[in-house]
Protein backbone atom coordinates (compact mmCIF):
# COMPACT_ATOMS: atom_id res chain seq x y z
CA UNK A 1 0.00 0.00 0.00
CA UNK A 2 1.03 3.45 0.00
CA UNK A 3 3.23 4.83 2.86
CA UNK A 4 5.65 7.72 3.12
CA UNK A 5 8.14 7.41 5.99
CA UNK A 6 10.22 9.87 7.83
CA UNK A 7 12.05 10.35 10.82
CA UNK A 8 10.25 12.13 13.52
CA UNK A 9 12.94 14.80 14.43
CA UNK A 10 16.15 16.73 14.44
CA UNK A 11 18.24 19.06 16.03
CA UNK A 12 21.46 21.32 14.30
CA UNK A 13 22.81 24.02 15.34
CA UNK A 14 22.07 27.41 13.85
CA UNK A 15 24.25 27.73 10.63
CA UNK A 16 24.72 23.59 10.00
CA UNK A 17 23.40 21.78 7.43
CA UNK A 18 20.16 19.88 7.83
CA UNK A 19 19.23 16.80 6.02
CA UNK A 20 15.68 15.61 6.27
CA UNK A 21 15.04 12.00 4.86
CA UNK A 22 11.92 10.27 3.43
CA UNK A 23 11.00 7.21 1.83
CA UNK A 24 8.12 6.44 -0.51
CA UNK A 25 6.09 3.62 -1.62
CA UNK A 26 4.40 4.90 -4.70
CA UNK A 27 7.09 4.86 -8.10
CA UNK A 28 4.76 6.16 -10.55
CA UNK A 29 4.37 9.48 -8.32
CA UNK A 30 4.83 12.38 -10.94
CA UNK A 31 5.95 15.07 -8.18
CA UNK A 32 7.16 14.42 -4.99
CA UNK A 33 6.82 17.40 -2.50
CA UNK A 34 8.09 18.85 0.52
CA UNK A 35 5.91 21.03 3.26
CA UNK A 36 6.79 23.07 5.71
CA UNK A 37 4.15 24.06 8.68
CA UNK A 38 5.54 26.44 11.04
CA UNK A 39 3.96 26.36 14.49
CA UNK A 40 -0.23 27.00 14.85
CA UNK A 41 -0.29 27.38 11.30
CA UNK A 42 -1.19 24.97 7.70
CA UNK A 43 1.41 23.54 5.55
CA UNK A 44 3.28 25.29 2.97
CA UNK A 45 4.76 24.33 -0.12
CA UNK A 46 8.63 24.54 0.08
CA UNK A 47 9.39 22.94 -3.36
CA UNK A 48 8.90 19.84 -5.52
CA UNK A 49 10.60 18.21 -7.33
CA UNK A 50 9.37 16.53 -10.63
CA UNK A 51 10.27 12.63 -11.00
CA UNK A 52 12.17 12.73 -13.89
CA UNK A 53 15.13 14.78 -12.20
CA UNK A 54 17.67 13.84 -9.54
CA UNK A 55 18.08 16.95 -8.02
CA UNK A 56 16.76 20.70 -7.42
CA UNK A 57 18.19 23.28 -5.99
CA UNK A 58 16.49 26.35 -4.90
CA UNK A 59 18.65 28.97 -3.13
CA UNK A 60 19.51 27.32 0.43
CA UNK A 61 17.45 24.76 0.16
CA UNK A 62 18.51 20.94 -2.28
CA UNK A 63 16.07 18.20 -2.80
CA UNK A 64 17.98 14.64 -4.13
CA UNK A 65 15.29 11.70 -5.50
CA UNK A 66 16.85 8.32 -5.83
CA UNK A 67 14.01 6.59 -7.48
CA UNK A 68 15.48 3.46 -7.24
CA UNK A 69 15.66 3.22 -3.54
CA UNK A 70 12.40 5.17 -3.76
CA UNK A 71 14.10 7.88 -1.07
CA UNK A 72 13.72 11.89 -0.82
CA UNK A 73 15.99 14.17 0.77
CA UNK A 74 16.00 17.91 1.51
CA UNK A 75 18.93 19.57 2.44
CA UNK A 76 18.59 23.48 4.51
CA UNK A 77 21.95 24.93 4.28
CA UNK A 78 22.84 27.50 6.65
CA UNK A 79 19.99 26.59 8.89
CA UNK A 80 18.34 29.12 10.52
CA UNK A 81 16.09 29.59 13.83
CA UNK A 82 13.22 30.35 11.56
CA UNK A 83 13.84 27.40 9.93
CA UNK A 84 12.26 25.45 12.80
CA UNK A 85 9.52 23.94 11.74
CA UNK A 86 7.69 20.41 11.40
CA UNK A 87 8.72 19.32 7.27
CA UNK A 88 6.17 16.84 5.83
CA UNK A 89 7.27 15.20 2.23
CA UNK A 90 4.38 14.06 -0.15
CA UNK A 91 3.97 12.00 -2.94
CA UNK A 92 0.88 12.61 -5.31
CA UNK A 93 -1.09 9.31 -5.61
CA UNK A 94 -2.96 8.00 -8.88
CA UNK A 95 -6.47 8.93 -7.41
CA UNK A 96 -5.40 13.11 -7.12
CA UNK A 97 -4.63 12.61 -3.69
CA UNK A 98 -1.11 13.36 -1.86
CA UNK A 99 0.34 10.99 0.70
CA UNK A 100 2.03 12.74 3.09
CA UNK A 101 4.61 11.28 5.95
CA UNK A 102 4.42 11.63 9.39
CA UNK A 103 6.72 15.33 9.31
CA UNK A 104 10.08 15.80 10.78
CA UNK A 105 10.74 18.27 13.50
CA UNK A 106 13.29 20.40 12.69
CA UNK A 107 14.44 22.07 16.06
CA UNK A 108 17.57 24.88 15.52
CA UNK A 109 19.54 25.20 18.51
CA UNK A 110 21.41 29.18 18.56
CA UNK B 1 -7.42 36.60 -2.13
CA UNK B 2 -7.94 35.12 1.29
CA UNK B 3 -6.71 31.63 -0.07
CA UNK B 4 -8.32 29.03 2.41
CA UNK B 5 -10.13 30.36 5.13
CA UNK B 6 -11.76 27.56 8.28
CA UNK B 7 -14.46 28.67 10.80
CA UNK B 8 -14.46 28.31 13.61
CA UNK B 9 -10.49 28.20 14.64
CA UNK B 10 -11.17 26.90 18.22
CA UNK B 11 -14.13 24.37 19.63
CA UNK B 12 -14.74 22.50 22.56
CA UNK B 13 -17.54 19.61 21.95
CA UNK B 14 -19.30 17.42 24.99
CA UNK B 15 -19.50 13.76 23.56
CA UNK B 16 -22.36 13.32 21.47
CA UNK B 17 -22.64 16.52 20.39
CA UNK B 18 -22.89 17.56 16.28
CA UNK B 19 -20.96 20.26 14.52
CA UNK B 20 -19.88 21.41 11.38
CA UNK B 21 -16.78 22.80 10.10
CA UNK B 22 -16.45 25.62 6.84
CA UNK B 23 -13.82 25.86 4.47
CA UNK B 24 -14.06 28.34 1.83
CA UNK B 25 -11.71 28.77 -0.89
CA UNK B 26 -11.49 31.76 -3.60
CA UNK B 27 -9.30 30.22 -5.79
CA UNK B 28 -11.54 28.60 -8.24
CA UNK B 29 -9.91 25.18 -7.54
CA UNK B 30 -11.13 22.30 -8.17
CA UNK B 31 -10.42 19.91 -5.80
CA UNK B 32 -10.81 20.52 -1.89
CA UNK B 33 -9.93 18.26 1.05
CA UNK B 34 -9.97 17.35 4.78
CA UNK B 35 -7.52 16.20 6.60
CA UNK B 36 -7.13 15.92 10.77
CA UNK B 37 -3.89 16.34 12.30
CA UNK B 38 -2.43 14.13 14.98
CA UNK B 39 0.89 14.02 17.15
CA UNK B 40 2.61 11.23 15.55
CA UNK B 41 0.89 10.47 12.92
CA UNK B 42 1.11 12.80 10.36
CA UNK B 43 -2.01 14.18 8.25
CA UNK B 44 -4.47 11.90 7.74
CA UNK B 45 -7.00 12.35 4.39
CA UNK B 46 -11.00 12.40 6.06
CA UNK B 47 -12.35 13.33 2.59
CA UNK B 48 -11.73 14.72 -0.43
CA UNK B 49 -13.93 16.28 -3.28
CA UNK B 50 -12.58 16.27 -6.99
CA UNK B 51 -15.12 19.25 -8.13
CA UNK B 52 -18.90 21.14 -7.23
CA UNK B 53 -21.47 18.27 -6.34
CA UNK B 54 -18.80 15.34 -5.45
CA UNK B 55 -17.18 13.91 -2.44
CA UNK B 56 -15.07 10.68 -1.80
CA UNK B 57 -13.52 8.70 1.07
CA UNK B 58 -10.54 9.91 2.46
CA UNK B 59 -8.12 7.27 4.51
CA UNK B 60 -10.36 8.02 7.80
CA UNK B 61 -14.23 8.86 6.63
CA UNK B 62 -16.09 7.22 9.67
CA UNK B 63 -17.84 9.53 12.02
CA UNK B 64 -17.85 12.60 9.30
CA UNK B 65 -19.79 13.37 6.34
CA UNK B 66 -19.11 16.25 3.74
CA UNK B 67 -20.61 18.14 1.67
CA UNK B 68 -19.68 20.26 -1.51
CA UNK B 69 -22.77 22.45 -2.52
CA UNK B 70 -20.78 25.06 -3.86
CA UNK B 71 -17.28 24.58 -5.83
CA UNK B 72 -15.79 27.72 -3.32
CA UNK B 73 -16.90 25.30 0.20
CA UNK B 74 -16.54 22.41 1.66
CA UNK B 75 -18.33 21.32 4.87
CA UNK B 76 -16.98 18.98 7.17
CA UNK B 77 -19.65 17.62 9.70
CA UNK B 78 -19.63 15.38 12.87
CA UNK B 79 -22.64 13.87 13.31
CA UNK B 80 -22.36 12.51 16.93
CA UNK B 81 -18.75 13.89 18.14
CA UNK B 82 -16.44 11.36 20.00
CA UNK B 83 -13.20 12.08 21.92
CA UNK B 84 -11.44 10.03 19.23
CA UNK B 85 -11.82 12.79 17.10
CA UNK B 86 -10.26 15.44 19.46
CA UNK B 87 -7.30 16.51 16.79
CA UNK B 88 -6.27 19.64 14.54
CA UNK B 89 -8.15 19.66 11.08
CA UNK B 90 -6.98 21.63 7.89
CA UNK B 91 -9.04 21.86 5.15
CA UNK B 92 -6.97 22.33 1.41
CA UNK B 93 -7.82 23.25 -1.96
CA UNK B 94 -5.84 22.93 -4.95
CA UNK B 95 -6.36 22.84 -9.17
CA UNK B 96 -6.59 20.10 -11.16
CA UNK B 97 -3.42 19.59 -13.09
CA UNK B 98 -0.49 17.34 -12.93
CA UNK B 99 1.62 19.56 -10.07
CA UNK B 100 -1.66 19.44 -7.22
CA UNK B 101 -0.06 21.95 -5.04
CA UNK B 102 -2.28 22.16 -1.98
CA UNK B 103 -3.44 25.30 -0.59
CA UNK B 104 -3.89 25.14 3.58
CA UNK B 105 -6.24 26.62 5.96
CA UNK B 106 -4.94 27.65 9.38
CA UNK B 107 -6.58 25.17 10.69
CA UNK B 108 -9.19 23.83 13.29
CA UNK B 109 -8.20 22.85 16.96
CA UNK B 110 -11.15 20.58 17.95
CA UNK B 111 -11.36 18.86 21.69
CA UNK B 112 -14.07 16.64 22.37
CA UNK B 113 -14.81 16.19 26.01
Known amino acids: GEDVEQSLFLSVREGDSSVINCTYTDSSSTYLYWYKQEPGAGLQLLTY?????DMKQDQRLTVLLNKKDKHLSLRIADTQTGDSAIYFC??????????FGTGTLLAVQP | NAGVTQTPKFRVLKTGQSMTLLCAQDMNHEYMYWYRQDPGMGLRLIHYSVGEGTTAKGEVPDGYNVSRLKKQNFLLGLESAAPSQTSVYFC????????????FGPGTRLTVT
Open chain 2, 92 to 103: ASSYSGALREQY
Open chain 1, 49 to 53: IFSNM
Open chain 1, 90 to 99: AEASATNKLI
